[in-house]
Each structure stands twice: as C-alpha cells, then as structure tokens.
T-cell receptor, first 115, second 115 residues
Framework: SAVISQKPSRDICQRGTSLTIQCQVD?????MFWYRQQPGQSLTLIAT?????????ESGFVIDKFPISRPNLTFSTLTVSNMSPEDSSIYLC????????????FGPGTRLTVL | AQKVTQAQTEISVVEKEDVTLDCVYE???????LFWYKQPPSGELVFLIR??????QNEISGRYSWNFQKSTSSFNFTITASQVVDSAVYFC????????????FGKGMKLTVNP
C-alpha cells in the first residue's frame, strides 16, 4: 500500500480567492489522481497527474480553474482558483499502487468550505 | 461508458445483523476491476477489496465477504454480524486498468449500525 498525506486537512476560504492543496506520497508513484466529492455525493475525477507531463482533465474540469503540478514522483498540488461556494467539497488525491498497480489508495482528503 | 449503480442509498440495522450492499456495474471492457471502499464519518476513503474480471471466486475476510457474479454484472458486499464501527458510507467502483486508471464510483450507500 501507499501512505498519502494531504495539506491542509480543511480550510474555510472567501469567495474569489484560491487555495492550493498538497499531496505527498511515501513512495514513488507514476499515477496520481485528484477527485472531488461534493457534499453528500460520490467521487468524481478531476484530473490525472503523471510526472513529466501535463495533467489530463475530465470533462467539465479545466486547467484554469484547477491547475495541477506534479514536480516529482512523490508530490502533487491541486489549486482551486477563483473559488465560489459551489467549490465547497472534499478534495482527495489518490495513487495507483500495489502489485501491478492494481490498487488505488486515497489520501485523507481536504475539506474545503467557501463562504 | 462505464457505470456503477448502488441502488440502496441508506440502510439502518441493529448490531449483529447481517447486511448486504448491492453493486451492479456496466462496462464494455472484457478486462476490468471492481473495488469497494469504506468512508467513515472522518472522511478518509479506506480500500477494502479489488477484484479483477478474470477471477469470479468469492472472497471472505473476517466478517466481510464479496460475491462477484459476471452473469448478473454484480459485485455484492456482505457484512456478517455487523458492529457499530461498520457505520460508514460504502462505495463500489469500477476501473478498466486497476489502480492505474480513474475509478468510476457508484453513488455510495450509507450504513448505520445501531447498538
């Protein structure tokens, strides 16, 4: 398995500001993913972040709103830009790990509230 | 397109009862992977099991068991002798390439185990 940490664990932000979420893994991984979980909802993939290449965004998510960095094989950041109350969610990073990368493990999440 | 359906949204049981969580999936892939995750009130997503489409053997892990049936496209999860600590939201998920690709999640099922 992989041990994943996220910072911050939670934050309350004002409309129009931006927040950068960090994801740190205890081992080198190729695949990192960022998901959003809106209140009471399921998880939706925002983007896939592979080291050395641009992140690949899912339909409905754009780089200007959710810029992602992946500077090395153990770290990634997701920025939520120009926030509105609709961005209030839990943001989770995950990594492909395990034998043949058949498992996907999640970080503890960042609870974001936008006022 | 891939789809995961968890028809039950919420179940409430009394401790020591057995409970089965249903999961039905849709995919055109001949190779795929199915997952179950637990999300307790604290919010982190806990990996429970991964099953690939080649292996239809049922699996038991302590009080947990999983029944995979390709003929009905189902991957059901049973908790035997439920405990209060089992109270959580449970998600079923589907992927084409195990942990190295995005997971498509069901809507989740909230289980409440009452003492």
């Amino acid at each position: 398995s992989a041990v994943i940490s996220q910072k911050p664990s939670r934050d309350i932000c004002q409309r129009g500001t931006s927040l950068t979420i960090q994801c740190q893994v205890d081992s080198q991984v190729t695949m990192m993913f960022w998901y959003r979980q809106q209140p009471g909802q399921s998880l939706t993939l925002i983007a896939t972040a592979n080291q050395g290449s641009e992140a690949t965004y899912e339909s409905g998510f754009v780089i200007d709103k959710f810029p992602i960095s992946r500077p090395n094989l153990t770290f990634s950041t997701l920025t939520v830009s120009n926030m509105s109350p609709e961005d209030s969610s839990i943001y989770l990073c995950s990594v492909g790990a395990g034998f043949s990368y058949n498992e996907q493990f999640f970080g503890p999440g960042t609870r974001l509230t936008v006022l | 397109a891939q789809k995961v359906t968890q028809a039950q949204t919420e179940i409430s049981v009394v401790e020591k009862e057995d409970v089965t969580l249903d999961c039905v999936y849709e995919t055109r892939d001949t190779t795929y992977y199915l997952f179950w995750y637990k999300q307790p009130p604290s919010g982190e997503l806990v990996f429970l099991i991964r099953r690939n489409s080649f292996d239809e053997q049922n699996e038991i892990s302590g009080r947990y068991s999983w029944n995979f049936q390709k003929s009905t496209s189902s991957f059901n999860f049973t908790i035997t002798a439920s405990q209060v600590v089992d109270s959580a939201v449970y998600f079923c998920a589907l992927s084409s390439q195990g942990g190295s690709e995005k997971l498509v999640f069901g809507k989740g099922m909230k289980l409440t185990v009452n003492p």
